[in-house]
């Protein structure tokens, strides 16, 4: 079954920039989306299709794939930014998840 | 605003069948706006996908579950349901229901999820 992998967790200081990475077998041929997800909140899409961000969400967040993976960048890291990140893509027809990266901002 | 609300006993005993049931508003399970899913995730592990249906009855399931799972609807009620037969301990888990507009797209809205223990 297809699997992908993420770190467990990242920590960094307010300001700095964050590279949370999904690994797949051929992910850039996959739409690749990812989500923010607060205790307490729902999941919130953040990315889509690899790198397009929804209306309403801070242009410090962006997205890109290549080969086996994808990256999910936060560029200037605000402590409202602290929370799970998950990966999700679509692999012969099942939906996957990544294992989610806590991001802590110190 | 979709809204998804999960409910469910809590405490399932191995062996036995699992119930759950999600009440859906702001949009009916009928009008073949959304693909209804359930995902969950298991004590410190990712998320998983358990499957999903698409009114009037195209349901799709994970292939590791596929044998022990069915998801239904109940248009009257406008819920949305999972059954999951022969538990064990690997079944515990947050259970979360979920609406995806098509397969391949991003999981539009959630439930707040309802958290089932198997044990004896």
Redesign the interface.
Same mark, same amino acid.
């Given at each position: 079954?297809y699997e992908l992998t993420?770190p467990q967790s990242l920590s960094l200081s307010p300001g700095q920039t964050a590279g949370i990475t999904c690994s797949g077998d051929e992910l850039a041929d996959l739409?690749v &989306?990812w &989500?923010q997800w607060k205790p307490g909140q729902?999941?919130l899409?953040i990315i &889509?299709q690899g790198n397009n961000r929804p209306s309403g969400i801070p242009e410090r967040f962006s997205g890109s794939t290549s080969g086996d993976t994808a990256t999910l960048t936060i560029n200037g890291i605000q402590s409202m930014d602290e929370a799970e990140y998950?990966c999700?893509a679509?692999a012969s027809?099942?939906?996957?998840?990544?294992?989610?990266t806590k991001v802590t901002v110190l | 605003q979709v809204q998804l609300q999960e409910s469910g006993p809590g405490l399932v005993e191995p062996s036995q069948t699992l119930s759950l049931t999600c009440a859906v508003s702001g949009d009916s399970l009928t009008t073949g706006d959304y693909y209804w899913?359930w995902?969950r995730r298991p004590p410190g592990? !990712?998320?998983?996908?358990i499957g999903y249906i698409y009114y009037p009855g195209s349901a799709?399931y994970?292939?590791?579950l596929q044998s022990r799972v069915a998801i239904s609807v109940d248009a009257s009620k406008n819920q949305l349901s999972l059954r999951l037969i022969s538990v064990t301990a690997a079944d515990t888990a947050q259970y979360y229901c979920a609406a995806?507009p098509s397969?391949?797209?991003?999981?539009?809205?959630? !439930?707040?999820g309802t958290p089932v223990i198997v044990s004896s």
């Open positions: 079954s993420q739409p &989306y &989500y729902s999941p899409l &889509y998950h999700q679509w027809g099942t939906a996957v998840f990544g294992g989610g | 899913t995902i592990k !990712g998320l998983e996908w799709y994970n292939p590791s995806a397969p391949g797209d991003h999981f539009a809205h959630w !439930g707040q």
